[in-house]
Nanobody, 115 residues
Framework: VQLVESGGGLVQPGGSLKLSCAAS????????MNWYRQAPGKGREWVAF????????TYADSVKGRFTISRDNLKKTVYLQMNSLKPEDTAVYYC?????????WGKGTLVTVSS
């Protein structure tokens, strides 16, 4: 199982970024996918998940209405569109999948929201 995040960077408050997580090594189209984040000096926080067909999504209260999770099963990629970014969104963002009862994580991509 391999998960590779990309798309992070430096953005000003109020700006937008779109993260991607490319997956391989498991049946992507049958798997729930999650995004998490870890801010400096804090624990890892769940952000959003999406069901295998993309028909259902759920978000943490802290990002609801600003972030959108989506997926492309043909490309085996899950996305996180982040709008109206705030300094408190600064974190390393990770995607996660559970395969055969084991958690797999990518190495993360850093998002910094600062003026």
């Amino acid at each position: 199982v391999q998960l590779v995040e990309s798309g992070g960077g430096l953005v000003q408050p109020g700006g937008s970024l779109k993260l991607s997580c490319a997956a391989s090594g498991f049946t992507f189209s049958s798997s729930v996918m999650n995004w998490y984040r870890q801010a400096p000096g804090k624990g890892r926080e769940w952000v959003a998940f999406i069901t295998p067909t993309g028909g259902s999504t759920t978000y943490a209260d802290s990002v609801k209405g600003r972030f959108t999770i989506s997926r492309d099963n043909l490309k085996k990629t899950v996305y996180l569109q982040m709008n109206s970014l705030k300094p408190e969104d600064t974190a390393v963002y990770y995607c996660k999948v559970v395969v055969l009862f084991r958690d797999y994580w990518g190495k993360g991509t850093l998002v910094t929201v600062s003026s």
